[in-house]
């Protein structure tokens, strides 16, 4: 799934409906998900088939959904979702106070 956000759309909004022939396009606001463009020929089958990812995500990206549940009901693999999430520029781990504490162990235990 391609995604832009919402400067490109305006500077360039025919790359938008490029992209939403073969896709559809996902239109970021800031970082977060906005809206979703999608072509009107395609087949709703196919529409639906890629708007599973799309909905996975952005579940996933606001922690509703763990990783394997978002995966899982994206309709894609493990490994397939985690590539898309990487695509939307989606952190698959949040750095918190406790992921900096056990950093500073794991590296103790390595020095």
């Known amino acids: ?10 500077r360039n909004p025919s790359e938008a409906l490029r992209h939403a022939e ?30 599973k990812p799309a909905l996975a995500a952005s579940l996933f990206k606001d922690r509703v959904l763990s990783l394997g549940a978002a995966a899982n009901i ?8 985690i590539e898309h999430l990487t695509q939307l520029d989606i952190d698959l781990v949040i750095p918190d106070a406790q992921t900096a504490q056990e950093l500073a162990t794991l590296e103790s235990w390595l020095s």
């Open 74 to 81: 994206s309709g894609l693999s493990l490994s397939e979702f």
């Open 22 to 51: 073969q896709e559809p396009v996902l239109i970021l606001k800031g970082n977060e998900p906005n809206a979703l463009l999608l072509n009107l020929k395609r087949s709703l089958d196919y529409t639906s088939g890629q708007l």
């Open 1 to 10: 799934m391609y995604a832009t956000n919402v400067r490109n759309l305006k």
